[in-house]
């Protein structure tokens, strides 16, 4: 082998065996509706690198580029977002990076707010499943897997209007990413959780069909959260019930309280000391004691 060829295949799609590049072809198969009809996903498309998938699907969806059901995924993400514009960086291949645009005509707008909760139940669930480990939600947004004895973050969710009749719902979990690669300490990954697989392909279309399933159902029910069974199976997956927790609130107000519910608004309800139970619908939430 030339230098050339040698540096060629140090930048080629195949260069790290580890992490083998996604089959946008084999996940089109697998989960693209025929015709039109009979399912959630009309279109799967698989880029090498984009700043974040969020922002480039919500572009198309506002500029009429994109009907609901449309996912875009990235094998790098260079921009890639959490909630308050939080960063979220990994190295290329190590994780499943994709938005899914939905438009939920039929549910009042008032339920809309479900739909960051519904994925993450969707995706803790679909995990648990194909890879055979713990999961958990931190409310709002985070999934949770076990590494020791501790509770990491290896998944993100977030969801931005796409014009009038539009959500989009943004996904990153963790898949392969080693001890020396975690951003913080607090990361994890399906990899350090001993995941019995983390063949990105599997994992990402068992996450798919779970959220399609969560969406059908939770649709069917008009958004309904407790006659779809979203409330009552989020709350069961939910490790920040049970525990003393911290609210961090905007406007640099903080409530402390132990976290009892998961109201009909999808709101975290927290019993604090005065004996005032206080909904919760936006804020960072810190574990302060384990249930």
Known sequence: MTPR???????SRWSDLDRPPLNATALRRALVREGGHGGLYCDIEV???????????????VAGDADEGAVLVAEEQTAGRGRLDRQWTAPPRSGLFFSVLLSPAEVPLARWG???????????????????????LKWPNDVL???????????????????????????????????????????????????????RDPLLRAVL????????????AGGDPAVSGLQEAYAAGCATLGRVVRAELPGDRSIVGEAVAIDGDGRLVLATENGVQ??????????????
């Open 278 to 291: 206080e909904p919760v619908g936006a804020g960072d939430i810190v574990h302060l004691r384990p249930a």
């Open 145 to 199: 897997v076990t590494v020791g004895d501790e509770e990491r973050k290896t998944g993100g969710i977030l969801a931005e209007r796409a014009g009038e009749d539009g959500v989009v719902v943004g996904v990153g979990i963790n898949v392969t990413l080693r001890a020396d690669e975690l951003p913080v300490p607090q990361a994890g990954s399906l990899a350090l959780a001993g995941a019995v697989t983390t063949d």
């Open 47 to 61: 880029v090498e690198r984009t700043g974040s998938t969020n922002s480039d699907l919500v572009a198309r969806a």
């Open 5 to 11: 060829d040698a540096s060629d295949a140090n930048n």
């Open 114 to 136: 479900w739909l960051p909760l519904l994925t993450g139940v969707a995706v803790a669930t679909a995990l648990a499943r194909s890879a055979s480990v713990d999961t958990a």
């Open 209 to 220: 069909r779970s959220l399609e399933d969560w969406y059908g159902r939770w649709r069917s």
